[in-house]
């Protein structure tokens, strides 16, 4: 609350009953609310949950944050949720996961109040022990979603016991001995304890399950063609069950088992896990383990709750499992689901799906004309009005800009960036926020600065979630993009498709300007000189040219220096060309450091120079000259050679009227520089 609130409210305390009150509140607001000075305002401190999640392949899963925000909106507790999400363990090219992985290196975790890990698609070990170590060294509270991570708080289904549930079915009521067990991969959390639970019931009951009835693989469907494939070219006959580590596994084995004549329930029986959507409608409708995503996060969020207001929470905390026992096993009638809502449903996300690649195919178009990527973003919400988000901004690493800078560079180009530049790991410090668009409208920005992630995303309205995405270009990271409220894309699963566009369009842009400069480069080779860095004869010809016509066409005058480096000769024969050189350069860098930005400074020959700019006045013109001949004799002190450095210069002024040719003024100054150095010798003889 601003302090000059406060004021008010005090002077309108009209008894110590009021004042009492009063300050009962101040105490309850403070007790709520830690304040904090921003740039214009006081801001009260809103609680921060990061939530550190690794899609499914391409497919965000929606279940986690929608659960978190439930959670929140409910009590009205002053939370928002920061979201870091990738997609790395879907690309077979190794460079682009880790680079999507990176995006979990963004946050500062010890900025947030509480964590929520769902680390379960993780793909590389090695990302999986940094998150740890991260969250472990934040200080802060964790929870883990559906995985058991060292001593962080667990939350999600009882894996072991539901497991157990089904064979135990299988065994008590069908009376099967013989199972074949396919499970998912032997480091993953949720299969380990779903296979234990088997193994442990099947030695209780004294059945038989040896390594051969096994099979490892993971929770797709490819998964259960090659598992049944392994375990049926093993075996040659089918056992009395199959359970699945998943619904994926279990249809698949149906339709492999099927090609060979054989079908579920008659010929064996066969189980699932997750209830999902081809569970229910398949035929036969599999028997599953059913339980509601969403939930496991929003009981995540109630752990944090609780702990922030200090109560004792256990380390394990389970949600709801619900068996659905099936045709597939014996037991069902077929699937109770409503088949003409669940079609309606597909016809309908069939006709989103189109029209949204459509729209995709039309802002990609878009983007690729696009010459700066502030240009390339607001393309997206132009032309997927169904984006329904809050707000988008772009951050990036400023050396994406490395090429055009130097591109724009008026004299000559330095040595060429190099795409090493980017992070691999981590991200810069300082990032510059080069695209803001907030409720409809795009925002102004001069390229904000942005370090860390706060302030900069607070937001003082609670139950907001902001989701972080990473931009690369393979392996390189470039920036990130947020999102504010991206429920609908969340859902949806619009971010993909989004996400590659806008970086296949900055890769391209980013590749022109590369060309562009290199372009660049190439030409400043003909028209530069070696030795100084300044342009050579072929670039005074040109741009001193060009310069000239462009003064006259728009009756604007032009100084002319031409320039004559003292003595040369007698500091070659002297003290050797390597001096001599020295005294070259010297001279050059003092034309430079001391001519206007719009100056043509060139080495027209051995020791001699001509420099073309704007003429501003007679005063400023003799300044000029005044102010190169002290740079030059500094030039010479500084780098301590044996011998002072003096130049003799010639100026002319252009008259935009006159009919004399840029070589006509060229000469003149030749002479006037001439008629200088005539005098000097004359003085020192």
Same mark, same amino acid.
């Given at each position: 609350? +601003?302090?000059?609130?406060?004021?008010?409210?005090?002077?309108?305390?009209?008894?110590?009953?009021?004042?009492?009150?009063?300050?009962?509140?101040?105490?309850?607001?403070?007790?709520?609310?830690?304040?904090?000075?921003?740039?214009?305002?006081?801001?009260?401190?809103?609680?921060?949950?990061?939530?550190?999640?690794?899609?499914?392949?391409?497919?965000?899963?929606?279940?986690?944050?929608?659960?978190?925000?439930?959670?929140?909106? /409910?009590?009205? =507790?002053?939370?928002?949720?920061?979201?870091?999400?990738?997609?790395?363990?879907?690309?077979?090219?190794?460079?682009?996961?880790?680079? =999507?992985?990176?995006?979990?290196?963004?946050?500062?975790?010890?900025?947030?109040?509480?964590?929520?890990? =769902?680390?379960?698609?993780?793909?590389? +070990?090695?990302?999986?022990?940094?998150?740890?170590?991260?969250?472990?060294?934040?200080?802060?509270?964790?929870?883990?979603?559906?995985? /058991?991570?060292?001593?962080?708080?667990?939350?999600?289904?009882?894996?072991?016991?539901?497991?157990?549930?089904?064979?135990?079915? #299988?065994?008590?009521?069908?009376?099967?001995?013989?199972?074949? #067990?396919?499970?998912?991969?032997?480091?993953?959390?949720?299969?380990?304890?779903?296979?234990?639970?088997? #193994?442990?019931?099947?030695?209780?009951?004294?059945?038989?399950?040896?390594?051969?009835?096994?099979?490892?693989?993971?929770?797709?469907?490819?998964?259960?063609?090659?598992?049944?494939?392994?375990?049926?070219?093993?075996?040659?006959?089918?056992?009395?069950?199959?359970? *699945?580590?998943?619904?994926?596994?279990?249809?698949?084995?149906?339709?492999?088992?099927?090609?060979?004549?054989?079908?579920?329930?008659?010929?064996?029986?066969?189980?699932?896990?997750?209830?999902?959507?081809?569970?229910?409608?398949?035929?036969?409708?599999?028997?599953?383990?059913?339980?509601?995503? %969403? /939930?496991?996060?929003?009981?995540? $969020?109630?752990?944090?709750?609780?702990?922030?207001?200090? %109560?004792?929470? +256990?380390?394990?905390?389970?949600?709801?499992?619900? $068996?659905?026992?099936?045709?597939? *096993?014996? *037991?069902?009638?077929?699937?109770?689901?409503?088949?003409?809502?669940?079609?309606?449903?597909?016809?309908?996300?069939?006709?989103?799906?189109? /029209?949204?690649?459509? %729209?995709?195919?039309?802002?990609?178009?878009?983007?690729?004309?696009?010459?700066?990527?502030?240009?390339?973003?607001?393309?997206?919400?132009? *032309?997927?009005?169904?984006?329904?988000?809050?707000?988008?901004?772009?951050?990036?690493?400023?050396?994406?800009?490395?090429?055009?800078?130097?591109?724009?560079?008026?004299?000559?180009? !330095?040595?060429?960036?190099?795409? =090493?530049?980017?992070?691999?790991?981590?991200?810069?410090?300082?990032?510059?926020?080069?695209?803001?668009?907030?409720?409809?409208?795009?925002? !102004?920005?001069?390229?904000? &600065?942005?370090?860390?992630?706060?302030?900069?995303?607070?937001?003082?309205?609670?139950?907001?979630?902001?989701?972080? #995405?990473?931009?690369?270009?393979?392996?390189?990271?470039?920036?990130?993009?947020?999102?504010?409220?991206?429920?609908?894309? $969340?859902?949806?699963?619009?971010?993909?498709?989004?996400?590659?566009?806008?970086?296949?369009?900055?890769?391209?842009?980013?590749?022109? &300007?590369?060309?562009?400069?290199?372009?660049?480069?190439?030409?400043?080779?003909?028209?530069?000189?070696?030795?100084?860095?300044?342009?050579?004869?072929?670039?005074?010809?040109?741009?001193?040219?060009?310069?000239?016509?462009?003064?006259?066409?728009?009756?604007?005058?032009?100084?002319?220096?031409?320039?004559?480096?003292?003595?040369?000769?007698?500091?070659?024969?002297?003290?050797?060309?390597?001096?001599?050189?020295?005294?070259?350069?010297?001279?050059?860098?003092?034309?430079?450091?001391?001519?206007?930005?719009?100056?043509?400074?060139?080495?027209?020959?051995?020791?001699?120079?001509?420099?073309?700019?704007?003429?501003?006045?007679?005063?400023?013109?003799?300044?000029?000259?005044?102010?190169?001949?002290?740079?030059?004799? @500094? &030039?010479?002190?500084?780098?301590?050679?044996?011998?002072?450095?003096?130049?003799?210069?010639?100026?002319?002024?252009?008259? +935009?009227?006159?009919?004399?040719?840029?070589?006509?003024?060229?000469?003149? @100054?030749?002479?006037?520089?001439?008629?200088?150095?005539?005098?000097?010798?004359?003085?020192?003889?």
């Amino acid at each position: 609350m +601003p302090f000059w609130h406060l004021e008010g409210c005090f002077y309108n305390c009209v008894s110590m009953g009021t004042v009492i009150l009063f300050f009962i509140y101040l105490r309850k607001r403070w007790n709520g609310y830690s304040s904090k000075y921003n740039e214009t305002n006081w801001v009260m401190d809103m609680r921060k949950v990061a939530l550190i999640t690794d899609g499914w392949r391409r497919l965000f899963t929606y279940a986690w944050p929608a659960g978190i925000l439930q959670r929140i909106q /409910e009590t009205g =507790e002053d939370v928002n949720l920061y979201i870091f999400n990738s997609t790395g363990n879907w690309s077979r090219d190794a460079g682009y996961n880790r680079a =999507e992985y990176n995006i979990y290196n963004l946050p500062e975790l010890s900025d947030f109040d509480g964590i929520i890990l =769902e680390l379960n698609n993780i793909s590389s +070990p090695a990302v999986l022990a940094d998150v740890i170590s991260n969250a472990k060294r934040s200080g802060r509270p964790v929870v883990s979603i559906a995985n /058991e991570l060292g001593d962080f708080y667990y939350v999600g289904i009882d894996n072991y016991s539901a497991m157990k549930q089904v064979i135990a079915h #299988l065994h008590e009521v069908h009376d099967c001995k013989k199972f074949w #067990l396919l499970v998912g991969a032997q480091d993953n959390y949720e299969s380990s304890c779903r296979l234990q639970g088997m #193994l442990d019931y099947a030695k209780e009951h004294k059945i038989k399950i040896d390594k051969d009835d096994i099979w490892y693989g993971s929770f797709d469907y490819k998964s259960g063609l090659e598992g049944y494939k392994h375990l049926w070219d093993r075996h040659k006959e089918l056992p009395d069950a199959v359970i *699945c580590i998943n619904d994926n596994v279990a249809v698949a084995v149906c339709e492999a088992a099927a090609q060979m004549g054989f079908h579920a329930p008659d010929d064996f029986r066969i189980t699932g896990f997750d209830n999902f959507d081809k569970a229910g409608f398949y035929t036969p409708s599999i028997t599953t383990v059913g339980h509601i995503q %969403e /939930e496991a996060a929003y009981h995540g $969020m109630d752990v944090l709750l609780r702990l922030w207001a200090g %109560e004792n929470v +256990p380390k394990y905390n389970f949600t709801e499992t619900e $068996m659905l026992w099936q045709e597939s *096993c014996g *037991c069902g009638k077929g699937s109770s689901r409503d088949a003409r809502a669940h079609l309606k449903d597909q016809i309908m996300y069939s006709v989103e799906s189109e /029209e949204f690649d459509e %729209e995709v195919l039309s802002m990609e178009a878009e983007m690729m004309q696009c010459n700066t990527v502030e240009e390339m973003m607001y393309c997206i919400p132009q *032309c997927i009005p169904s984006l329904k988000c809050d707000a988008m901004y772009l951050v990036l690493d400023d050396h994406l800009n490395a090429y055009k800078k130097e591109a724009e560079k008026s004299i000559h180009l !330095d040595a060429a960036p190099s795409d =090493e530049g980017f992070y691999v790991h981590g991200y810069p410090r300082q990032m510059q926020m080069t695209f803001a668009y907030e409720r409809d409208q795009r925002l !102004d920005l001069d390229r904000q &600065e942005v370090d860390g992630i706060f302030p900069t995303f607070d937001y003082p309205k609670p139950g907001q979630d902001f989701l972080f #995405l990473p931009l690369h270009f393979g392996e390189r990271t470039v920036g990130y993009v947020v999102i504010r409220n991206a429920v609908y894309l $969340m859902e949806k699963q619009y971010l993909f498709q989004i996400m590659n566009a806008l970086t296949r369009s900055m890769e391209n842009l980013h590749k022109k &300007e590369m060309l562009a400069y290199m372009n660049k480069k190439l030409s400043s080779l003909y028209i530069m000189d070696t030795l100084t860095g300044i342009y050579n004869r072929m670039g005074y010809q040109q741009l001193g040219e060009k310069a000239f016509r462009i003064s006259k066409r728009n009756h604007r005058k032009l100084l002319i220096l031409f320039v004559d480096l003292d003595r040369l000769k007698y500091i070659n024969d002297t003290f050797g060309h390597e001096y001599g050189d020295m005294a070259i350069c010297a001279a050059a860098r003092a034309l430079m450091q001391c001519s206007s930005r719009d100056a043509v400074p060139a080495r027209t020959g051995g020791d001699e120079f001509v420099v073309v700019q704007t003429y501003q006045s007679d005063e400023a013109s003799r300044d000029l000259v005044h102010r190169i001949r002290r740079t030059l004799e @500094a &030039e010479g002190k500084a780098q301590k050679l044996p011998f002072p450095l003096t130049m003799s210069i010639g100026t002319v002024v252009t008259d +935009p009227d006159s009919n004399l040719t840029f070589a006509d003024y060229v000469k003149q @100054a030749d002479g006037l520089m001439y008629e200088e150095k005539v005098q000097k010798r004359a003085a020192r003889k």
